[in-house]
């Protein structure tokens, strides 16, 4: 008898990433020990996210083309700008004006990484249900928004954190490395091109085995507000930003949710600066609440725009038809 896994999950918003995700949070929570009896399991299951990551960021680099068109360019980087800008911008205020616990108990951290990251999967996913190819290409440069890069620029630069340069280097290597493979060799490019979408089943799986329910219940509020404003502020920015460039479509507003590699980011941080390991449980509680609200809601407001500026088309083709 065969079971409908993977089509079921692929129904779901980011399916592939929040379904294995809320699995291991929920063996994590009823079964903690489950999964630390060593060996392959423990390593794969429980300990393998930062490595898997690292390898799904090798697998993206790798899919960069540098001969790649124009326009997925252009608004790859606009998206990418703009995620960037807003999550900066509030990043910085929150940390000059309230200090390091942040507004709302939500660290500067927290609001770079919630408001500067896009989910790849999930806007890939979105992008060739209601874009163009030129749109889903636009993932190659949006996928460098995920991980902890942008986040240490941004809190390095600021003085909220003290990030070294080589923990910033260390995050995006195998970007790079990925992208020199990808453009050397096509055959190679495609094959690391195959185990992009394979990995995140796997890293979500790793992410949601290190959390626990209580600790997303505690974050409840301010993760669940942390969420809705990542989808309203950034998904609608995304849309007004491309259209200021020429381009109106509802897909634009696809940026307007927050990666699931983030949750690897408050651990990264921390990792750079211990004085912010006080803080941590909480930080990824919020961005595990803020991934799978922005997950559910981006969709739905990426299909609201959609068929808005659709039904405004057919209103103008018909009074043009009338007119003539």
Same mark, same amino acid.
């Given at each position: 008898?065969?079971?409908?896994?993977?089509?079921?999950?692929?129904?779901?918003?980011?399916?592939?990433?929040?379904?294995?995700?809320?699995?291991?949070?929920?063996?994590?929570? !009823?079964?903690?020990?489950?999964?630390? =009896?060593?060996?392959?399991?423990?390593? +794969?299951?429980?300990?393998?996210?930062?490595?898997?990551?690292?390898?799904?960021?090798?697998?993206?680099?790798?899919?960069?083309?540098?001969?790649?068109?124009?326009?997925?360019?252009?608004?790859?980087?606009?998206?990418?700008?703009?995620?960037?800008? =807003?999550?900066?911008?509030?990043?910085?205020?929150?940390?000059?004006?309230?200090?390091?616990?942040?507004?709302?108990?939500?660290?500067?951290?927290?609001?770079?990484?919630?408001? @500067?990251?896009?989910?790849?999967?999930?806007?890939?996913?979105?992008?060739?249900?209601?874009?163009?190819?030129?749109?889903?290409?636009?993932?190659?440069?949006?996928?460098?928004?995920?991980?902890?890069?942008?986040?240490?620029?941004?809190?390095?630069? @600021?003085?909220?954190?003290?990030?070294?340069?080589? @923990?910033?280097?260390? &995050?995006?290597?195998? &970007?790079? &490395?990925?992208?020199?493979?990808? $453009?050397?060799?096509?055959?190679?490019?495609?094959?690391?091109?195959?185990?992009?979408?394979?990995?995140?089943?796997?890293?979500?799986?790793?992410?949601?085995?290190?959390? $626990?329910?209580? $600790?997303?219940?505690?974050?409840?509020?301010?993760?669940?507000?942390?969420?809705?404003?990542?989808?309203?502020?950034?998904?609608?920015?995304?849309? !007004?930003?491309?259209?200021?460039?020429?381009?109106?479509?509802?897909?634009?507003?696809?940026?307007?949710?927050?990666?699931?590699?983030?949750?690897?980011?408050?651990?990264?941080?921390?990792?750079?600066?211990?004085?912010?390991?006080?803080?941590?449980?909480?930080?990824?509680?919020?961005?595990?609440?803020?991934?799978?609200?922005?997950? =559910? +809601?981006?969709?739905?407001?990426?299909?609201?725009?959609?068929?808005?500026?659709?039904?405004?088309?057919?209103?103008?083709?018909?009074?043009?038809?009338?007119?003539?």
């Amino acid at each position: 008898m065969q079971i409908p896994i993977l089509k079921s999950m692929k129904k779901l918003p980011g399916g592939l990433m929040v379904a294995p995700l809320l699995l291991g949070a929920l063996i994590n929570t !009823f079964f903690p020990h489950a999964l630390t =009896i060593g060996g392959f399991t423990q390593a +794969l299951f429980k300990d393998g996210a930062q490595a898997l990551i690292g390898m799904f960021l090798f697998c993206m680099g790798s899919q960069i083309s540098i001969k790649q068109a124009g326009t997925p360019i252009k608004r790859g980087f606009v998206a990418l700008i703009t995620k960037f800008t =807003i999550g900066a911008v509030i990043a910085i205020t929150v940390g000059k004006m309230f200090g390091i616990e942040g507004l709302f108990g939500i660290t500067p951290m927290v609001w770079m990484s919630a408001f @500067s990251s896009v989910n790849t999967g999930l806007y890939v996913a979105i992008a060739d249900q209601f874009g163009s190819k030129d749109d889903v290409g636009a993932a190659a440069v949006i996928a460098l928004s995920g991980g902890a890069f942008f986040t240490m620029v941004a809190l390095g630069a @600021s003085g909220l954190a003290n990030i070294p340069i080589l @923990s910033m280097m260390a &995050v995006i290597i195998p &970007v790079i &490395v990925g992208f020199i493979l990808g $453009n050397l060799d096509k055959e190679m490019k495609t094959f690391l091109g195959q185990g992009r979408h394979a990995l995140i089943p796997f890293f979500s799986f790793a992410l949601g085995a290190g959390m $626990n329910f209580q $600790n997303i219940i505690k974050a409840g509020i301010p993760g669940i507000v942390l969420g809705i404003a990542v989808v309203v502020i950034t998904g609608f920015a995304g849309y !007004f930003m491309q259209i200021a460039f020429g381009y109106k479509a509802g897909v634009s507003a696809a940026i307007g949710n927050t990666a699931g590699n983030q949750l690897a980011t408050p651990l990264a941080i921390v990792a750079a600066d211990v004085s912010l390991k006080p803080y941590l449980a909480t930080a990824t509680a919020q961005i595990a609440t803020a991934i799978i609200v922005s997950a =559910i +809601l981006c969709p739905m407001l990426v299909g609201y725009l959609d068929k808005k500026i659709k039904a405004k088309k057919a209103y103008t083709d018909i009074e043009m038809k009338r007119a003539a």
